[in-house]
């Protein structure tokens, strides 16, 4: 004679959904790369032509050529040595304002160099005159 | 005289509600991340020292500058005098919008100027130049 087994009722086993919730959890975490955008960051002059007078011993003249080369105040410099003059610059004249100006072709790394060296002088006042 | 003895406190974490919490916090990153929207164009960013990180995601625009001179908001691609036009809605939807200029190390300045222009005329003033970190 067989005997009958007794349905004893049925469960998930929920003792270790907390593990596969933390797996879960973790692999999300991990798999999502925040790449914030990051870079030099600049304001940009509004809009309409205003004229502001400034006094010429107040402005520093930088010109970058098609080569990337750099001509601060009418005087060839080198890249690197652009935020060592501009630091001097500003500490002996704190109302500087530097005008960068660009030849339209080029290159966009020179002048992405040529601002960051500013940034490295700590200068506030960048002036951005049109290339073309 | 007989004390009862007192009975015994359980003391166990109770983690039936366990799995509930961590599903929130599961459900909680995955709202909050923002995943990439468009894919932009293929650009070798210039490379700087002095770089910031830019806040909030959606208050960035990415305008795309290849050095072949496209560019492409958005993943559409567009003249450079017509940035001035899709940056009007933008910034009126969003007033403290910033631009992350995406500009190849190969693009010419005549060009990025001209960007400026245009995003001066509707006053997005906020502008990145993005670019990667330099290490000498």
Redo the contacts between chains.
Sequence with gaps: MANKRRFKGGEIP??S??D???L??IF??VT?T??????????????GDMEIEIRKENILNCL?NSQGKVLLDEEPTNLEQIHRIVGERLRSNDKLVVSVK????????D???V??QL??ADAKRIS?A??? | MKFSKKTKISSEIPTASMPDIIFMLLVFFMVTTVLKEYSGLPVNLPKAKRIEKLKSKRNTVQVWLSKDGLVSIDDRLMAADDVSTVMYDKRLANPQIVVSLKGDEEAEMGLVSKIHENLREVEALKLNYSSKTLVE
């Design positions: 929920t003792s959904m907390a596969i919730a933390f879960l959890l999300f975490l999502t925040i790449d914030t955008d990051k870079g030099l960051g600049i304001v940009l002059p509004p809009p970058i660009a030849h339209p072709k080029t290159s966009y790394k002048y992405v160099r601002i960051d940034k490295m951005i049109n290339s073309n």
